[in-house]
């Protein structure tokens, strides 16, 4: 759902990235994609699942180097700062407790899960964003049978676009952005 500030209309030229910090009123999670807020619904049962998978997973095998955040903001353009579900960044991007967002150049992996309310966006816009932005790795995570499958996508430099890597069942291993295997099937007892 996509909204404007509490009372007030949507400025003609759309809201820019620092205003997220700055709203009055603004629920928890909240994210601006082409100038416009966008609010989620109550996350689902399976959702939750997949994020807490993911982030776990990613958390116990990343490098020392890098750290996994989840629900953070990432500032693209001064028109675009997204919530991805997971993110991959750089250790020295954290600069403190109060932080509320990274930079796109300090992102290694943006992680999507997708929802009745988020499909569009996920599935096209926001990998075109992060992809513009220069973000190296993307996935899409996929929940419609109960299970996830992971689309995994790598950024062509010669392109500026994502281009799909493998869709993973059960079984999730690669060797970048580092090495990982996560058995996917574990969403089952989380």
């Given amino acids: 759902m996509t909204s404007s500030r509490s009372g007030s209309s949507r400025p003609p030229e759309g809201f820019k ?5 700055h709203l009055p009123a603004l629920p928890n999670h909240a994210e601006l994609i082409d100038g416009s807020l966008v ?8 959702h939750c699942r997949a994020l807490m998978l993911f982030h776990y997973a990613l958390d116990r095998t990343a490098p020392d180097d890098l750290l996994v955040r989840g629900r953070m903001t990432i500032v693209l353009d001064e028109d675009q700062r997204p919530e991805p579900d997971v993110i991959v960044i750089r250790a020295e991007a954290q600069k403190g407790p109060d932080q509320t967002f990274y930079f796109a150049q300090d992102v290694k992996l943006t992680v999507e899960v997708v929802t009745d ?12 964003l992060h992809a513009e932005a220069g973000i190296p790795h993307f996935w899409r995570v996929e929940t419609d049978t109960g299970r996830a499958v992971v689309y995994v996508h790598e950024l ?7 281009a799909l890597t493998g869709i993973h069942r059960d079984r999730l291993r690669l060797t970048v952005p580092f090495d990982l295997e996560i058995d996917l099937t574990e969403i089952d007892r989380i």
């Fill in 156 to 162: 062509d430099p010669a392109t500026s676009s994502y």
């Fill in 39 to 46: 609010f989620f619904a109550p996350q689902t049962d399976i």
């Fill in 117 to 128: 309310d988020t499909r569009s966006r996920d599935r096209k816009r926001k990998p075109l």
């Fill in 17 to 21: 990235a620092q205003d997220l910090d």
